[in-house]
């Protein structure tokens, strides 16, 4: 097992395009959240995705959207890029237990967006 | 609004010597914490949870609840534990995470 993976490894934009970072779970894994990690701080949720759908959100505004497939793999897409956004996008998996119990999320290696 | 601090940015200690990672955190209901290690070009990776009450590659760390602190120790470092250290609190189901603490054991 590979693990959670992440492509692409590296992306260069410029500010107003559009992006789209995929992520693949462990497997077994049926639960995929997405991080920021910004130069010198730690990741910074952005949302999580289980059954298809947006289970919990935090702080990032509506350019930030995700996807989460049937065979629970994720996109996370950002619209009208700015430099700020430039940061390494973290995703990691998990399996999802009953209620709102914490279940161990293992990390993949990450996406460098750079915006330019 | 959930918060962890870890004061220290960097860390330099000597291999043999203890090495305390301080974590302070905010949160007003009953928290669970852990602690986050990534090695050098490796991925994130979980080191340990307060919830496990075990001692992982002789780390331990205690949730003081009075002092709302999660510090992690280990009494004799070694080189290997050189790496960037993440403090975390789960908060329904997302992670809310420190700055981290970069630890460079020298020999």
């Known amino acids: 097992d590979a693990g959670v993976t992440q492509s692409p490894t590296h992306l260069i934009k410029t500010r107003g395009q559009q992006v789209t970072l995929r992520c693949s779970p462990k497997?077994?894994?049926?639960?995929v959240s997405w991080y920021q990690q910004a130069l010198g701080q730690g990741p910074q949720f952005i949302f999580q995705?289980?059954?298809?759908?947006?289970?919990q959100r935090g702080n990032f505004p509506d350019r930030f959207s995700g996807h989460q497939f049937p065979n629970y793999s994720s996109e996370l897409n950002v619209n009208a890029l700015l430099l700020g956004d430039s940061a390494l996008y973290l995703c990691?998996?998990?399996?999802?237990?009953?209620?709102?119990?914490?279940?161990?999320?293992?990390f993949g290696p990450g996406t460098r967006l750079t915006v330019l | 609004a959930q918060r962890v601090t870890q004061p220290e940015k960097l860390l330099s200690v000597f291999k043999g010597a203890p090495v305390e990672l301080k974590c302070n955190y905010s949160?007003?209901?009953?928290?669970?914490l852990f602690w986050y290690v990534q090695y050098s070009r490796q991925r994130l990776q979980l080191l340990l949870r307060?919830?496990s009450r075990e001692s992982i590659k002789g780390f331990t760390a205690d949730l003081n609840k009075g002092e709302t602190s999660f510090h992690l120790k280990k009494p004799f470092a070694q080189e290997e534990d050189s790496a960037m250290y993440y403090c975390?609190?789960?908060?329904?189901?997302?992670?809310?995470f420190g700055a981290g603490t970069t630890v460079t054991v020298r020999a």
């Open positions: 990691a998996s998990s399996l999802a237990g009953g209620g709102r119990s914490y279940n161990e999320q293992f």
């Open positions: 497997s077994g894994h049926d639960t």
């Open positions: 995705y289980y059954e298809e759908e947006e289970r």
């Open positions: 949160y007003s209901g009953s928290p669970e």
């Open positions: 307060h919830i």
């Open positions: 975390a609190l789960s908060d329904d189901y997302k992670l809310s």
